[in-house]
């Protein structure tokens, strides 16, 4: 019994130990740390093989084009705002300066109709009485030739009437002619002085009081001036009225001429140097300068014209000052014309919109009043219609001949 006891014992002490044994290692491999995990490799799917077949796409409603995107487009890309080019302008060709009032000689119909017609209709009468001399007269000083000149006329033709007794109409339109063409004064020199200098272009300054179309005039003489063969700059020294340079600009650029302006309410004087100035370095043969507009009333202005004058002359002399009167203020425009003449030295006259005036006399009023001969004359609102005076087509438009 002892020893079945014994060996009881002993098995159950062998199976404990070994028990023992199995759970210490298995809370020794607990304790261990994990071993490091492998990365993980992702694999591209499978391609199919030949002869698989692909997996049946599913059912879309048909899109229109305008539904369907480009390939990468994300969005509409944002409309570009197209800038205009700006059109350039297209350099005219102007038509000859010289014979242009013998084209334009119709344009004086109503001076025709006033001043020539009316006194060949009063010289043809049967009786040349004081009353109808006196009607002559009146038809002369309504047409502003003047009271001195009319005076003159008025006495040549009675004593060169009685004379010669005449009463055919085509022996008085010839007396008549001949005395207005005196009165004209054919022999004053009506020449631009549009030569250049050695070391200076020539210098024309344009003046006149405000609405006498002084800025049309200078552009249409820069056309008169490429007509004859010059290279002209102009110079947009009016700067007191707006718009005035744009306005000089667009007639310079249809000519292909430079323009020099200046800031709005810019000194007139610092323009003209510097339009001088531009002459001289670009090699331009004449340069034509469009003063501000000035009231004769304003003495200020106009010594600021003087000014104008005397800083152009620090580069070379002025060629000519040319006095821009309107022919339809008549008498009012001789005032203007005096007080100009004051202030510069004016060499010649333009006289504008002589085509829509009865009084084709104030050429002569305006000569007899400053000395200085009218040499260009405005005959219509067509760019080449500013017309080199002649005296012979200017009375013989007058009287029909």
Same mark, same amino acid.
């Given at each position: 019994?002892?020893?079945? =006891?014994?060996?009881?014992?002993?098995?159950?002490? %062998?199976?404990?130990?070994?028990?023992?044994? %199995? =759970?210490?290692?298995?809370?020794?491999?607990?304790?261990?740390?994990?071993?490091?995990?492998?990365?993980?490799?992702?694999?591209?799917?499978?391609?199919?093989?030949?002869?698989?077949?692909?997996?049946?796409?599913?059912?879309?409603?048909?899109?229109?084009?305008?539904?369907?995107?480009?390939?990468?487009?994300?969005?509409?890309?944002?409309?570009?705002?197209?800038?205009?080019?700006?059109?350039?302008?297209?350099?005219?060709?102007?038509?000859?300066?010289?014979?242009?009032?013998?084209?334009?000689?119709?344009?004086?119909?109503?001076?025709?109709?006033?001043?020539?017609?009316?006194?060949?209709?009063?010289?043809?009468?049967?009786?040349?009485?004081?009353?109808?001399?006196?009607?002559?007269?009146?038809?002369?000083?309504?047409?502003?030739?003047?009271?001195?000149?009319?005076?003159?006329?008025?006495?040549?033709?009675?004593?060169? %009437?009685?004379?010669?007794?005449?009463?055919?109409?085509?022996?008085?339109?010839?007396?008549?002619?001949?005395?207005?063409?005196?009165?004209?004064?054919?022999? &004053?020199?009506?020449?631009?002085?549009?030569?250049?200098?050695?070391?200076?272009?020539?210098?024309?300054?344009?003046?006149?009081?405000?609405?006498?179309?002084?800025?049309?005039?200078?552009?249409?003489?820069?056309?008169?001036?490429?007509?004859?063969?010059?290279?002209?700059?102009?110079?947009?020294?009016?700067?007191?009225?707006?718009?005035?340079?744009?306005?000089?600009?667009?007639?310079?650029?249809?000519v292909g001429a430079r323009t020099v302006r200046g800031p709005e309410g810019g000194d007139p004087a610092s323009i003209a140097f510097d339009a001088v100035k531009e002459g001289i370095a670009t090699g331009a043969d004449t340069v034509l300068i469009d003063t501000a507009g000035r009231l004769h009333t304003k003495t200020g202005l106009m010594d600021e014209l003087g000014k104008v004058k005397r800083v152009v002359e620090k580069h070379g002399p002025v060629d000519e000052v040319l006095l821009v009167l309107d022919a339809t203020t008549g008498?009012?425009?001789?005032?203007?014309?005096?007080?100009?003449?004051?202030?510069?030295? =004016?060499?010649?006259?333009?006289?504008?919109?002589?085509?829509?005036?009865?009084?084709?006399?104030?050429?002569?009023?305006?000569?007899?009043?400053?000395?200085?001969?009218?040499?260009?004359?405005?005959?219509?609102?067509?760019?080449?219609?500013?017309?080199?005076?002649?005296?012979?087509?200017?009375?013989?438009? &007058?009287?029909?001949?």
């Open positions: 019994m002892e020893i079945v =006891i014994l060996v009881v014992v002993i098995a159950l002490v %062998v199976v404990l130990g070994a028990g023992g044994l %199995v =759970i210490g290692s298995r809370r020794r491999k607990q304790q261990l740390p994990p071993p490091p995990s492998s990365p993980t490799i992702t694999r591209p799917p499978a391609e199919p093989h030949v002869g698989e077949e692909a997996e049946t796409p599913k059912e879309e409603s048909p899109r229109t084009i305008e539904e369907v995107g480009l390939p990468g487009a994300t969005a509409a890309p944002e409309a570009v705002e197209e800038v205009p080019v700006p059109e350039q302008p297209v350099i005219e060709q102007p038509e000859p300066a010289a014979g242009r009032l013998v084209r334009l000689r119709s344009r004086l119909s109503r001076s025709q109709n006033s001043l020539g017609k009316g006194l060949l209709t009063l010289l043809s009468r049967e009786r040349l009485d004081e009353d109808t001399w006196e009607e002559v007269e009146e038809t002369l000083l309504t047409a502003d030739v003047g009271v001195t000149p009319t005076q003159e006329l008025v006495d040549r033709l009675r004593t060169r %009437v009685r004379v010669l007794g005449t009463r055919h109409p085509e022996e008085l339109r010839q007396l008549l002619r001949e005395e207005l063409l005196t009165l004209v004064d054919p022999t &004053l020199d009506r020449a631009l002085k549009t030569d250049s200098h050695e070391e200076s272009p020539a210098v024309l300054l344009v003046v006149g009081v405000n609405g006498t179309g002084k800025t049309t005039t200078t552009g249409k003489l820069a056309r008169v001036l490429v007509a004859e063969g010059h290279s002209v700059l102009l110079g947009a020294a009016d700067t007191f009225r707006a718009a005035a340079a744009d306005q000089l600009q667009t007639w310079g650029e249809r008498q009012n425009g001789l005032v203007q014309a005096r007080v100009f003449a004051e202030v510069v030295d =004016i060499t010649g006259i333009v006289l504008t919109k002589l085509d829509g005036t009865a009084k084709g006399g104030i050429v002569v009023a305006v000569q007899r009043e400053l000395g200085v001969p009218v040499k260009l004359i405005g005959l219509g609102e067509g760019a080449d219609d500013l017309a080199p005076f002649e005296p012979e087509a200017f009375v013989d438009a &007058l009287i029909g001949g």
